[in-house]
């Protein structure tokens, strides 16, 4: 049996993670993929630009990989506020997303689930489905960790860990 920290355990820990402050404007990130054995497959940098109005964020990213395919994605995510200053729900959507996101962020950290489509040749609908446990914690004002699990029939195939900076 795994043990996981529930996003609620970071709920007095700084600096605090918003979202919306935290992916508005430039930012660049820098990662790597692994699969279930350890070994990275995959090395990658984006590019991302963020849009923050009301209660909504807009994300635009344009990844390159390491073998010099590209690839762009749009999020739309909307924040939900709680009672708590310091505590956020959000959901979201995404051309490469099956269904919704849904997350939440309490202090430091965010913590995010949703269904990623992938690409498929062999599949009659043309692509395949990965459930993704998303995490995230903010290092500084500057610096946001992230730590992806991306499962098929609740086996993890890739883990992913990313560096996100604000230029």
């Keep these: 049996m795994c043990f996981y920290p529930k996003i609620n355990d970071y ?7 918003n979202l919306k402050e935290f992916y508005s404007g430039s930012l660049k990130a820098h990662g790597v993929a692994r699969n279930w054995r350890g070994k990275v497959v995959r090395k990658f940098q984006a590019e991302v630009s963020g849009l923050s109005t009301g209660d909504d964020l807009t994300l635009h990213e344009f990844f390159t990989y390491d073998d010099g395919r590209t690839f762009k994605r749009k999020w739309d995510i909307k924040e939900e506020k709680t009672a708590r200053p310091d505590e956020y729900n959000f ?19 965010a913590h995010l689930f949703y269904t990623l489509k992938i690409p498929s040749k062999k599949s009659k609908k043309g692509f395949s489905t990965l459930t993704v446990d998303h995490r995230q914690y903010k290092i500084d004002e500057t610096h946001t960790l992230h730590f992806l699990k991306l499962k098929k029939f609740g086996f993890t195939l890739i883990n992913s860990t990313v560096m996100f900076t604000k230029v």
Excluded: E, H, M
Excluded at 11 to 17: E, G
Excluded at 96 to 106: A, K, P, T, Y
């Design 11 to 17: 709920k007095k820990t700084t600096p605090l993670l």
């Design 91 to 109: 959901t979201g959507t995404g051309a490469d997303i099956f269904g919704q996101i849904v997350g939440q962020s309490r202090g430091c950290a």
